[in-house]
């Protein structure tokens, strides 16, 4: 079964600074990636997803992704963070092998500091 | 609305007593997904819709847990006999088309409390 590790519970970083938050997969076939964010008392919003093609994926709010199929890691990126980045942030993984249910992570709180 | 709606938003029952969360999907999508989400958890998956039938129930934790979707678009998740462990916020997300790579829409969620 398809499974999804986020390694790191929190990630601070100074605003401005860019960030990265981890996300190491595990599938028995072609993995199908997702980012998803939530805010305090609010649902889960889609960032971006890698289906296929290229590895480098760009979503929303100035996010990206890239998937790297050797070391199994899908860790998303932001340039130059800001205040308003902080959230909570989940990497999802579907294995087509076992239907098309979404398997998420544990999730990694981002505080991102003035 | 545009949106996934949940309601209720919050429900706080006794141990023993049943409960019915509602989903609205956006509209036009086909597939439904019901997830449990814990506080310091990532959602955990409960049950896959694609259209009126369960495609995928393989998450509903034990026969306590029951779901129906019975014209293709409302969703109702049932919990019989609650525990105090069922507490949790839960979440409805829909998707379009029979896909897998689409992503999926969530809702705000139902924050069910079992005192």
């Known amino acids: 079964a398809q499974s999804v590790a986020q390694p790191e519970d929190q990630v601070n970083v100074a605003e401005g600074n860019p960030l990265t938050v981890k996300c190491t997969y595990s599938?028995?076939?072609?993995?199908?990636l997702f980012w998803y964010v939530q805010y305090p008392n609010r649902g889960l919003q889609f960032l971006l997803k890698?289906?296929?093609?290229?590895?480098l994926v760009k979503g929303s709010y100035g996010f990206e992704a890239e998937f790297n199929k050797s070391q199994t890691s899908f860790h998303l990126k932001k340039p130059s963070a800001l205040v308003s980045d902080s959230a909570l942030y989940f990497c999802?993984?579907?294995?087509?092998?076992?239907?098309?249910?979404?398997?998420f992570g544990a999730g990694t709180i981002l505080r991102v500091k003035s | 609305g545009a949106g996934v709606s949940q309601t209720p938003s919050n429900k706080v029952t006794e141990k023993g007593k049943y409960v019915e969360l509602r989903c609205d999907p956006i509209?036009?999508?086909?597939?439904l997904y019901w997830y449990r989400q814990s506080l310091g958890q990532g959602p955990e998956f409960l049950i896959y819709?694609?259209?009126?039938?369960?495609?995928?129930d393989s998450g509903l934790p034990n026969d306590r847990f029951f779901a129906v979707r019975p014209e293709g678009s409302v969703s109702t998740l049932k919990i019989q006999r609650t525990e105090r462990g069922d507490s949790a916020v839960y979440l409805c997300?829909?998707?379009?088309?029979?896909?897998?790579?689409?992503?999926?829409?969530f809702g705000e969620g139902s924050r069910l409390t079992v005192l």
């Open positions: 997300a829909s998707s379009a088309g029979t896909g897998v790579s689409g992503e999926l829409f």
């Open positions: 599938v028995s076939g072609n993995p199908y």
């Open positions: 890698y289906i296929t093609g290229d590895n």
């Open positions: 999802a993984v579907r294995d087509i092998r076992y239907g098309n249910k979404l398997v």
């Open positions: 509209s036009g999508h086909t597939a």
């Open positions: 819709f694609q259209g009126t039938g369960a495609a995928d």
